[in-house]
Structures are given as structure tokens and as C-alpha cells.
């Protein structure tokens, strides 16, 4: 079973930064696709990025292009998700979740684990 710990959510003004972690443990992820969601008030939750564990390869929502950046630090156990320059269209609750297996997708329904949840509340 794959436990999934999501940190450094918090209260930032627009143009600021804020990084993420998502802390697992249960299974290696050699060979799982790991990612960031988030889900704002009244709307469905969407994919922002995720990373392919085995060589490090990397997918954005159009929306944070350019903006967040995702990696992983394999000594850790740990994903980051790097936002820079926040929109308050950025508010959500962000959510890390993990996959077993290769392929690359931005379909909520096929992450198997998720973390709770951490909030991200960014002010005009």
C-alpha cells in the first residue's frame, strides 16, 4: 500500500512562490507516475503536472506552463511541486497522487493513491 503526505501549503500574494512536497512510503516508485491536482470551490479537480519516477520525465497543465516545475529527489522519497509567479485562479486544494506504471496521463480517474489534500490560498 502507497501512503501519500502532501506539505507547504499556505496564504501568498499574487507573484509569489510556494513549493510543495509529497512524501511517500509503502512502494518503491521505480516504476510509478507520480502528479499534482487541485480542486477549487464548485469545480471539478484537474491535473497540474506530474512526473514519470524512472527518468524523470515531466507533463504541465497549459495552465501552469512555464510557471511550476515538478521533480523528485529519489534519496527522499519525495515529490515537489515548485509554483512561481501565483494567480489567485491558483487557489485550490492541491492533492499529490500516484499510478503504478509508465504511461503518462492527466486522467484523475486512473491515480490509484492520494494524499488529503493541502490548501493553497493565493490574494489579489
Known amino acids: 500500500q502507497v501512503q501519500l503526505v502532501e506539505s507547504g501549503g499556505g496564504l501568498v500574494q499574487a507573484g509569489d512562490s510556494l513549493r510543495l512536497s509529497c512524501a511517500h512510503s509503502?512502494?518503491?516508485?521505480?516504476?510509478?507516475?507520480a502528479g499534482w491536482f487541485r480542486q477549487a470551490p464548485g469545480k471539478e479537480r484537474e491535473f497540474v503536472a506530474a512526473?514519470?519516477?524512472?527518468?524523470?520525465?515531466?507533463d504541465f497543465a497549459d495552465s501552469v506552463k512555464g510557471r511550476f516545475t515538478i521533480s523528485r529527489d529519489n534519496a527522499k522519497n519525495t515529490m515537489y511541486l515548485q509554483m512561481n509567479s501565483l494567480k489567485p485562479e491558483d487557489t485550490a486544494v492541491y492533492y499529490c497522487?500516484?499510478?503504478?506504471?509508465?504511461?503518462?496521463?492527466?486522467?484523475?480517474?486512473?491515480?490509484?493513491?492520494w494524499g488529503q489534500g493541502t490548501q493553497v490560498t493565493v490574494s489579489a
Open positions: 497522487a500516484a499510478r503504478r506504471g509508465y504511461v503518462m496521463t492527466k486522467n484523475v480517474a486512473t491515480y490509484e493513491y
Open positions: 509503502g512502494r518503491t516508485f521505480s516504476n510509478y507516475v
Open positions: 512526473i514519470k519516477w524512472s527518468d524523470g520525465w515531466t
